[in-house]
């Protein structure tokens, strides 16, 4: 049974690896670090009981959160998820409801509790998707989720117009955007599929709204005779 992992940081250049200063953390299995690699939250697991740890971004000492058996989820309780490079962390909480499903939200300065209503919660489905940022603003731009298909709740209102244009322009489609981290790039890329058609994949100039096909899963399926 693996209890602890070691984290350490990639040079994706020279593909070498380096220690974190880790000093005074606690064993764990899980870390949640910003952007500048600093370590903020850690989950351990040990003879069936989890554990979530926060720093104090102040002083940087280690705090338990909770603590309770793995098999077990209560509500409230929640898991990081990641966060932003503007500070803020987001998690997954167990709701107050009758199926006990989970929701995206944000949590508060100290990192031990929930701030605020749902970020995002899909009625009938547990929270299950990634987070968006975009690294000119440092905020969270938007939220991939799956329910009964995968989709994007964008925060950002240039994004939010953007997904628009292509849901016109590819109607009767889901229509999933990838855009750059950094906030920078002129370009997106869209994958767009439904039901009867095998996804396809454009390019979209974000200046000029043009969308320019570079490839297809399955080509040679004909979604009319599907």
Request: glycine letters at 10%.
């Amino acid at each position: 049974e693996v209890k602890t992992t070691t984290p350490l940081r990639l040079n994706t250049l020279t593909g070498r690896t380096s220690s974190l200063d880790l000093a005074g953390t606690p064993d764990a299995l899980g870390w949640l670090f910003d952007d500048q690699g600093q370590v903020h939250m850690a989950v351990a697991q040990d003879k069936g009981e989890g554990s979530l740890f926060a720093r104090d971004p102040a002083k940087g000492d280690w705090a338990l959160v909770r603590k309770g058996a793995v098999t077990e989820t209560r509500p409230g309780d929640f898991m990081p998820l990641g966060m932003a490079p503007d500070g803020k962390t987001y998690a997954v909480v167990v709701q107050d409801n009758a199926e006990q499903t989970t929701a995206l939200v944000t949590l508060d300065g100290a990192r031990r509790a929930v701030a605020g209503e749902p970020l995002l919660a899909v009625p009938g489905f547990d929270f299950a998707g990634g987070l968006i940022f975009n690294g000119k603003t440092r905020q969270l731009a938007g939220i991939r989720y799956t329910s009964d298909a995968t989709g994007t709740a964008w925060l950002d209102a240039g994004y939010k117009t953007l997904q628009a244009e292509v849901d016109k322009a590819l109607p009767g489609r889901n229509n999933l955007l990838t855009v750059a981290e950094c906030g920078c790039s002129a370009w997106s890329v869209v994958t767009s599929y439904s039901d009867r058609q095998p996804a396809r994949f454009y390019l979209m100039n974000l200046q000029a709204g043009r969308l320019e096909s570079i490839g297809a899963a399955k080509p040679a399926i004909d979604p009319a005779r599907m």
